[in-house]
C-alpha cells in the first residue's frame, strides 16, 4: 500500500474522460469525500463554468482554478479531488495529493460522453469541445504532460468505473 500525500487523491486528465464519476464510485467504495473542482467554481462564482467562459473567457476561469489549487492545499484532506481537463497546470498540484491521470484516447473519450443518456448536455457543458478539431488538437498538446505531472496512469479506455476504482484502490 503506497502512502498517499495528504491522503488526497488528485483525478486528472482530458475532459470527458471521466474523472467525476470515478472519483463518485471511489467515495462509495472507499468512504472518502468526493470534491468536484469545477463545482466548486462554479459555487464560488454562482456561475456554471459554460458561462464562465463566455461572460470572462479561459484565461480568468485558469485564474479561479488557480485559487482553487491554493484553496484544495490548504484545507482538503482525506479526499478524492476530481479536476478540469486544464487543471494540471496549478502549480501546487503535487502538494494537494497524489495525482492520477485517468488516460483514455480522445476518440475513447467521445465514445464515452455520446454513449451518455444525457450526451447533449454532457457536450453542452465541455465548452472546449465545440469545435472537434480544437479540441483532438488540445487534446493531443496535453498528453504528455498529463503523464509528466501524474504520480500515476491508470487507462481507462473500454473500462466500468467500478474496475477502475478498484485498479486504483488496489495501488494504495
Known sequence: MRVLKSKNIVLIGFMGVGKGTIAREMSKQSKLYALDCDDLIESLENKKIKKIFEESGEEYFRKLERETAKWLEKNVKNSIISTGGGFYKVKNL?????????????????????????????????PLLKDLKKARFIFDERIKSYEKCADLVINVEEKLPKEIVKEILGLF
Do not use: C, M, W
Open 94 to 126: 503535487k502538494k494537494i495529493g497524489t495525482v492520477i491521470y485517468l488516460q483514455s484516447t480522445f476518440d475513447g473519450i467521445l465514445k464515452r460522453i455520446l454513449s451518455h443518456p444525457n450526451a447533449k448536455g454532457k457536450l453542452e457543458k465541455r
